[in-house]
C-alpha cells in the first residue's frame, strides 16, 4: 500500500476501507428486518432532517406570534417546549409530526410496530438534548432510535 492508498482509506473512512476489504454490511435497515426501498424502509437523512427542520419551525412560530412578544432567549426556550410536547403527544398517538407527515415518516417501534407513549416521551426527550441524536448507527438511526427501540420508516 503506498502513501495515497492510506491517506485515501483514512480519508474515506473505517467503513469504505473495510468495503475495499471485502465486508459486505448489507443495505440500511437488514439487520432489522426491514426492506430495502419503498414503504416501510428506513427513511434517509435527508427527509428526516427536513422534517426535523419543519417541526422546530412550527414551534418556532407558535412561540414567536403566540407566547413571546420578539425573538430571544425566552423564544427559543418556549419553542423546544413546543417542541417536546408536540412530538410526545403526536408520535405517541398516531406515530408521526406534522413534519414528519409532511416528507412520508413515520416512528414505528421495531417489536410492536406500534409506538407506546412512554417510548415517544423517552424518544423525544433525548431528541431535545440533541447529543444523541447526532451518534447514528450502521443504519443511520440516532442513538435516540435506538434506545427507544424505534425506527424511522417511509409511508
Known sequence: ????????????GPRAAAEEAGVDFG?????????????????????????LAVDWGVSLLIAYGLLTD?????TGNW??????????LTVGTVGSTPGKRL?????????????????????TALLCVAVPALVWDRDGRGLHDRLARTAEVRI
Not at 503506498?2 to 474515506?12: E, F, P, V, Y
Request: no cysteine; proline share 5%.
Open 1 to 12: 500500500m503506498d502513501k495515497r492508498q492510506a491517506i485515501g482509506s483514512w480519508l474515506s
Open 27 to 51: 443495505y440500511r435497515g437488514e439487520q432489522l428486518g426491514l426492506p430495502q426501498e419503498g414503504p416501510g424502509s428506513l427513511a434517509g437523512p435527508g427527509r428526516r432532517l427536513g422534517a
Open 70 to 74: 420578539g425573538y430571544g432567549q425566552t
Open 79 to 88: 419553542a423546544l417546549l413546543l417542541f417536546f410536547v408536540m412530538g410526545v
Open 103 to 123: 416528507f412520508g415518516i413515520r416512528v414505528v417501534a421495531l417489536d410492536t410496530g406500534t409506538v407506546s407513549p412512554v417510548r415517544a416521551l423517552a424518544r
